[in-house]
């Protein structure tokens, strides 16, 4: 299958400061990518969706200023936590497709602490 | 509306047992995959099967079985003679081919297999 990876595994920040948590399809170009947040023993819940090259589209109840995300290429999107808060903890996992009605490729997801 | 019910949240099982998780969905397309995916304490999402709402044949890989019945909309998940290894989240989930694919996932069964 195609590998996704994301950077970092695992960051822990002070409150205040933002976070930049990079996804990336390693071997196909990734038209779309998808970004979830699961907290503890919950289930994972999509925050936004990416297209290359343009806006994301945000579910309902995600703030757009707070989490910013772009996909600048077939190969990258970013997500950047913006003045990060103790209640942003959580993990973030994307996802990559290469193509419409494709299989999503998940990553192995990054942890956020903020103290 | 989409939605995923996995109406079991922990499952505890000795090796060797057989267990079958649950999952319910309901959509009103008439078009849609439903996944089941494995999350081991790692936290990495692993793919073990989708399977399109016109192909309602019962699959068998190894240990693993599914049961995909539309006329009560569930697709239930058996892991013959368990392993401890076999101990994980497992996540049921229902994309809607139209809608851009995403993602929509049940609450997840937790799966202890003792030894």
């Known amino acids: 299958g195609a590998v996704v990876s994301q950077h970092p595994s695992r960051v822990i920040c002070k409150s205040g400061t933002s976070v930049k948590i990079e996804c990336r399809s390693l071997?196909?170009?990734?038209?779309?990518m998808f970004w979830y947040r699961q907290f503890p023993k919950k289930s994972l819940m999509l925050m936004a969706t990416?297209?290359?090259?343009?806006?994301?589209?945000?579910e309902q109840g995600v703030e757009k200023d707070k989490f910013l995300i772009n996909h600048a290429s077939l190969t990258l999107s970013t997500l950047t936590v913006t003045s990060a808060h103790p209640e942003d903890s959580s993990f973030y996992i994307c996802?990559?497709?290469?193509?419409?009605?494709?299989?999503?490729?998940f990553g192995p997801g990054t942890r956020l602490t903020v103290l | 509306a989409q939605k995923v019910t996995q109406a079991q949240t922990e499952i505890s099982v000795v090796e060797k047992e057989d267990v079958t998780l649950d999952c319910v969905y309901e959509?009103?397309?008439?078009?849609?995959?439903l996944f089941w995916y494995k999350q081991p304490p790692s936290g990495e999402l692993v793919f073990l099967i989708r399977?399109?709402?016109?192909?309602?044949q019962n699959e068998i890989s190894g240990r693993y079985s599914w049961n995909f019945q539309k006329s009560t909309s569930s697709f239930n998940f058996t892991i013959t003679a368990s392993q401890v290894v076999d101990s994980a989240v497992y996540f049921c989930?229902?994309?809607?081919?139209?809608?851009?694919?995403?993602?929509?996932f049940g609450t997840g069964t937790r799966l202890q297999v003792f030894p």
């Open positions: 996802s990559a497709r290469g193509q419409l009605e494709g299989e999503q490729f």
């Open positions: 071997d196909f170009q990734a038209t779309t």
């Open positions: 990416s297209n290359e090259g343009s806006k994301a589209t945000y």
């Open positions: 959509t009103r397309d008439t078009t849609y995959y």
């Open positions: 399977r399109n709402s016109f192909d309602e």
């Open positions: 989930a229902l994309s809607e081919v139209l809608n851009t694919d995403k993602l929509i």
